[in-house]
């Protein structure tokens, strides 16, 4: 899956869950500072990620992933391991 | 079916009071949101003795994340009065739980509060709020909340994949 096709799906994800407006999500807003998100919110998305990528977000993923960028690129990895 | 609210009465005893007055201390209006809270849980969920077994055990948690206050007029000695509470802003990881009371049967709010919870499992990673009790948090939610609970998380056709 391109890069780009995750990066609108995960911008969908993160406006309903965020309650933001998709058009200010960028791949370099800051999930935390810029986008709001507390430790609840990256839990409720890990979620929505299992379902819609299939892909299960440990702890320390969430822990290291910072940026809207950070997670397309975790996600862009695995949907290339998956497609290999 | 939701919509429905819970509450409690109390009266109050010198030992809430403080010594300015026999107002009553403002702790104990924290207290008394977790008292109405578990009287919920022990009443409403009636997989409840369960869940707790659950988190004897060390498999489930239940954790205030936020908790807030409003404190509109004094309570003291004597008063007697009724907490209502119903469920808001659900997600399948945390709910709030809202608290209106009144005193003395007049329909005037004297405290507005809330709190927000959600559930660790044994590795302490949150977790969906349990079952048993989700059932009775939506039951206990204003109908507007539950319809955009079910349409956000529940209609097969709001899932990206299938766009």
């Known amino acids: 899956m391109p890069n780009k096709r995750i990066l609108e799906k995960l911008k ?21 500072s810029d986008l709001g998100a507390d430790s609840l919110d990256l839990a409720e998305i890990a979620l929505v990620i299992k379902e819609e990528f299939q892909y299960d977000m440990s702890d320390q993923d969430i822990q290291k992933i910072q940026t809207v960028s950070d997670m397309c690129s975790m996600l862009s990895k695995v949907t290339e391991k998956e497609a290999a | 079916m939701p919509g429905r609210i819970f509450s409690v009465t109390h009266r ?5 009071t403080n010594a300015m007055g026999g107002v009553v201390y ?13 009287a919920f849980l022990t009443q409403a969920v009636p997989e409840w003795p369960l869940l707790i077994e659950e988190a004897r055990q060390g498999n489930v948690n239940m954790i205030t994340v936020e908790e807030h206050s409003t404190f509109i007029d004094h309570v003291y000695f004597g008063d007697v009065i009724q907490i209502c509470i119903q469920a808001s802003e659900l997600r399948r990881m945390s709910f709030k739980i809202n608290f209106e009371m009144t005193k003395n049967s007049i329909d005037r709010v004297i ?3 809330w709190q927000k919870l959600a559930f660790q499992d044994k590795k302490g990673s949150l977790m969906t709020v349990p079952g048993a009790l989700f059932d009775a948090v939506l039951e206990h939610s204003p109908v507007s909340e539950v319809e955009e609970y079910k349409e956000k998380y529940l209609n097969s056709e709001n899932r990206l994949l299938n766009q």
């Not at chain 1, 969908?12 to 935390?32: M, Q």
């Open chain 1, 12 to 32: 969908v994800i993160l406006a309903r869950e965020l309650r933001v407006d998709a058009d200010k999500i960028s791949e370099a807003s800051v999930l935390t």
């Open chain 2, 12 to 16: 109050i005893y010198f030992n809430e």
């Open chain 2, 26 to 38: 403002f702790s104990n209006f924290v207290k008394w949101q977790g008292m109405v809270r578990e």
């Open chain 2, 111 to 113: 405290y507005r509060g």
